[in-house]
């Protein structure tokens, strides 16, 4: 029986000893990841794709998750690599962005790329209603969802689920929380990029999120039309460019 769903797997590419974790967003898989990691497959990068616990097979697994299920996932992921990289990076978009920047505060990660990425629960409900959101899940299990994907190929092979379940929002929250504390902890190079068009993040959340990095090295990269998904829109090209110009920068600073 076939238990994860197509575009939810896990990939990996072997190249050079600069390696890239690549971690993709709440309710999402995989899939949304492939193409950037891709790119730097071409540009000879070792590249792992992780799927997170309770995503890409049915969403009644999510409800089951919890945020130190996601964050044990990245770092299984980071430690598979350094069994055959010298430096690696973490990229994540979305969530997989909160927990990319929660790993360069607690992994020798080289750098830290994060995309999409909620400085706080985008949703002014959530934090407020935390304490009672396990008990609500009892009764009110999944709250709907929309996509601002501006591509209509990527909006139609895009794999994820078609809810959020109220039980893992909590477990959101608390991870987006650990991540904000976690950040004047965070020394490496970070790029953020961000849309100014996402309908799910506002862009100010990106700029939050730099004014308190302890990292003196960072940046963010606008993007003028792209959705939330910026992996798999229509300046992902631009995206992918940035991801990896940053990244031989850094090798060339530290080599």
Do not use: H, P, S, T
């Given at each position: 029986m076939t238990i994860i769903m197509e575009g939810g797997e896990a990939f990996f590419a072997q190249g050079n000893n600069t390696g890239c974790l690549l971690v993709h967003g709440f309710t999402g898989a995989p899939n949304e990841m492939r193409e950037l990691g891709e790119h730097l497959a071409r540009?000879?990068?070792t590249v792992l794709g992780i799927r997170l616990h309770g995503h890409g097979t049915r969403i009644g697994d999510l409800v089951r998750s919890r945020e130190q299920d996601w964050i044990?996932?990245?770092e299984d992921g980071f430690r598979l690599l350094e069994g055959c990289c010298d430096h690696i990076f973490v990229l994540g978009i979305s969530m997989g962005g909160v927990l990319a920047l929660h790993a360069g505060a607690h992994l020798p990660a080289a750098g830290i790329i994060a995309m999409s990425t909620p400085h706080h629960t985008p949703n002014p409900f959530v934090p407020p209603l935390r304490p009672f959101l396990p008990l609500l899940s009892c009764v009110w299990r999944y709250a709907g969802k929309g996509s601002d994907l501006q591509d209509e190929e990527a909006r139609k092979t895009h794999v994820d689920y078609h809810a959020h379940p109220v039980r893992a929002v909590a477990e959101f929250e608390d991870l987006v929380r650990q991540m904000r504390a976690a950040l004047p902890a965070l020394k490496v190079p970070v790029l953020l990029i961000q849309s100014r068009a996402d309908e799910i993040v506002p862009a100010e959340h990106a700029l939050?999120?730099?004014?308190?990095l302890g990292s003196a090295d960072n940046s963010i990269v606008w993007l003028e039309n792209s959705g939330h998904m910026v992996t798999r829109d229509i300046e992902q090209d631009t995206v992918f460019k940035a991801a990896e110009t940053f990244i031989m920068?850094?090798?060339?600073d530290i080599s």
């Open positions: 540009a000879d990068f044990a996932g990245v939050q999120i730099q004014a308190a920068r850094i090798v060339k």
